[in-house]
């Protein structure tokens, strides 16, 4: 059997690391802060809102205006490209007249 000094120091001792370990945290301040917010953060975090909701918009026109321009660059680089293959093809008509021993299909007679 323990004697009286152990079964008096072990509940003591349990005692007094529960106490050092709990009451600190019990009497510790929130970090979070409350767990809702106030009225002032509520406003904040509408004008927030409604700050990237305009930033948004903003955004989106612009998107829809490069599209605009990058549709039209996309047509003027088309007619560039068929104009260029066009040339090319003149061009090798013109070096090799109008027939020619590399010629795949009939070609109409200058005149």
Do not use: H
């Not at 004008?47 to 909701?53: F, I, N, Q, R, S």
């Not at 680089?77 to 090798?92: I, Q």
């Amino acid at each position: 059997m323990p004697g009286p000094f152990i079964r008096a120091a072990v509940p003591a001792g349990l005692a007094a690391v529960l106490v050092f370990t709990i009451t600190p945290a019990a009497l510790a301040d929130d970090p979070a802060g409350s767990a809702y917010p106030g009225a002032d953060q509520v406003r904040q975090a509408r004008d927030a809102v409604t700050g990237k909701v305009d930033d948004i918009g903003r955004i989106e026109a612009e998107l829809d205006r490069e599209t605009t321009d990058l549709g039209r660059l996309d047509v003027r680089a088309e007619a560039a490209v068929e104009a260029y293959d066009g040339a090319v093809v003149l061009r090798g008509q013109a070096r090799e007249g109008p027939w020619s021993p590399t010629d795949t299909c009939v070609r109409r007679t200058p005149g």
